[in-house]
T-cell receptor, first 111, second 112 residues
Framework: DADVTQTPRNRITKTGKRIMLECSQTKGHDRMYWYRQDPGLGLRLIYYSFDVKDINKGEISDGYSVSRQAQAKFSLSLESAIPNQTALYFC??????????FGDGTRLSIL | QKEVEQDPGPLSVPEGAIVSLNCTYSNSAFQYFMWYRQYSRKGPELLMYTYSSGNKEDGRFTAQVDKSSKYISLFIRDSQPSDSATYLCACSSTGGGNKLTFGTGTQLKVEL
């Protein structure tokens, strides 16, 4: 089983819909991250959380929100999806001072 | 200008070749440097993690950091078709467990 699991793996939806992407981990890490990946732009940080009570905005947080339901669970929401939010979304986890480990991503298409 | 620049490729080499992948960065505060490998439809997988300047070797892979010129490299010896992937460099000022700044990735194809 994967250490960092993202659901769904693929999602197609329409403009204006609310969408939630979920991430769970079995690595016991306290830190979790959400990124989006776009061709030519690389990975960009959306939000990150260093523990259950800590949520921080990343480089591109507008239009997104997150919830850290437990140490092992971190979800990303798009309240009202728009086409330019079409991208690959990755969750990552780490512990203090250690490198990040990624899930296999969610491919999100917004029509 | 991006903080981390990486040639997107694609880079095509024959099997067995030595591959050199490179990134430059502009932020002098970066002290931690990582290389990730990403296969199609998969997440980035950590290959190498180094601190400050110097070399680190792991099997066929060598990571090199030159902080004086703000230049990081990944060398792959005896390249194999299974090395075909996108390689991402990443930099951090406070450790890999903190915020990372990524290059855009270099697509590598190793041909038989």
């Amino acid at each position: 089983d994967a250490d960092v699991t993202q659901t769904p793996r693929n999602r197609i939806t329409k403009t204006g819909k609310r969408i939630m992407l979920e991430c769970s981990q079995t690595k016991g890490h306290d830190r979790m991250y959400w990124y989006r990946q776009d061709p030519g732009l690389g990975l960009r940080l959306i939000y990150y959380s260093f523990d259950v009570k800590d949520i921080n905005k990343g480089e591109i947080s507008d239009g997104y929100s997150v919830s850290r339901q437990a140490q092992a669970k971190f979800s990303l929401s798009l309240e009202s999806a728009i086409p330019n939010q079409t991208a690959l979304y990755f969750c990552a986890t780490s512990s203090l001072g250690q490198p990040q480990h990624f899930g296999d991503g969610t491919r999100l298409s917004i029509l | 200008q991006k903080e981390v620049e990486q040639d997107p490729g694609p880079l095509s080499v024959p099997e067995g070749a030595i591959v050199s992948l490179n990134c430059t960065y502009s932020n002098s505060a970066f002290q931690y440097f990582m290389w990730y490998r990403q296969y199609s439809r998969k997440g980035p997988e950590l290959l190498m993690y180094t601190y400050s300047s110097g070399n680190k070797e792991d099997g066929r892979f060598t990571a090199q950091v030159d902080k004086s010129s703000k230049y990081i490299s990944l060398f792959i010896r005896d390249s194999q078709p299974s090395d075909s992937a996108t390689y991402l460099c990443a930099c951090s000022s406070t450790g890999g467990g903190n915020k990372l700044t990524f290059g855009t990735g270099t697509q590598l194809k190793v041909e038989l």
